[in-house]
């Protein structure tokens, strides 16, 4: 079946400082991939997408993830943290069908002054 | 102008009750979906609707009924309210049934007493 890891519940980072947030999944096909933001009592906001091509993709708010189809992984990373950052991080998967997205647990990013 | 918009934004209730959601969706999109964040931040797909008609209909309780008077529109009717009912329910909605992004409604906070 298909899924979504996320292996890290929770994470500080200092302001400032960079950050990676990782993201595993399973899926025998080319997956389409997605990272979302929740920030505290909000909705969820579509940081950055792959759908093939170039592996490296942009996002919003200075965001980036990597496609590794060896490592089927979609890591989320940032080169400097802004206090306005801290929130819950979700990674996602289409499913096989197309029908809906499967997304991990979320990583919770908290960020230190 | 708000693309995927839910109301109310928060509902607190009693068990027993009946109530309801309702998403509306500007973006001229086909599908809309409902999704269920629990008290652990778990997304779940609930529903998916294409053009009015029922696509997905995971293993949600008879209770949960999902309608579509339009494309534009997807309500959740709560039959008797139960605790574990209690949750943020998002709306979601993408071009096309297998349409690659989808976007998210605020979400509603349900609270049952």
């Known amino acids: 079946a298909q899924s979504v890891t996320q292996p890290d519940i929770h994470i500080t980072v200092s302001e400032g400082a960079s950050l990676e947030l990782r993201c595993n999944y399973s899926?025998?096909?080319?997956?389409?991939l997605f990272w979302y933001v929740q920030s505290p009592g909000q909705g969820l906001q579509l940081l950055l997408k792959y759908f093939s091509g170039d592996t490296l993709v942009q996002g919003i708010k200075g965001f980036e993830a990597e496609f590794k189809r060896s490592q089927s992984s979609f890591n989320l990373r940032k080169p400097s943290v802004h206090w306005s950052d801290a929130a819950e991080y979700f990674c996602a998967v289409r499913n096989q069908a197309g029908t809906a997205l499967i997304f991990g647990k979320g990583t919770t990013l908290s960020v230190s002054s | 102008d708000t693309a995927v918009s839910q109301t109310p934004k928060y509902l607190v209730t009693q068990m027993g009750n009946d109530k309801s959601i309702k998403c509306e969706q500007n973006?001229?999109?086909?599908?809309m979906y409902w999704y269920k964040q629990d008290s652990k931040k778990f997304l779940k797909i609930m529903f998916s609707y294409n053009n009015k008609e029922l696509i997905i209909n995971e293993t949600v309780p008879n209770r949960f009924s999902p309608k579509s008077p339009d494309k534009a529109h997807l309500n959740l009717h709560i039959n008797s309210l139960e605790l574990g009912d209690s949750a943020v329910y998002f709306c979601?909605?993408?071009?096309?049934?297998?349409?690659?992004?989808?976007?998210f409604g605020p979400g509603t906070r349900l609270l049952v007493l």
């Open positions: 899926y025998g096909a080319t997956p389409y």
């Open positions: 979601a909605s993408s071009q096309t049934q297998g349409g690659k992004t989808q976007y």
């Open positions: 973006l001229g999109h086909d599908t």
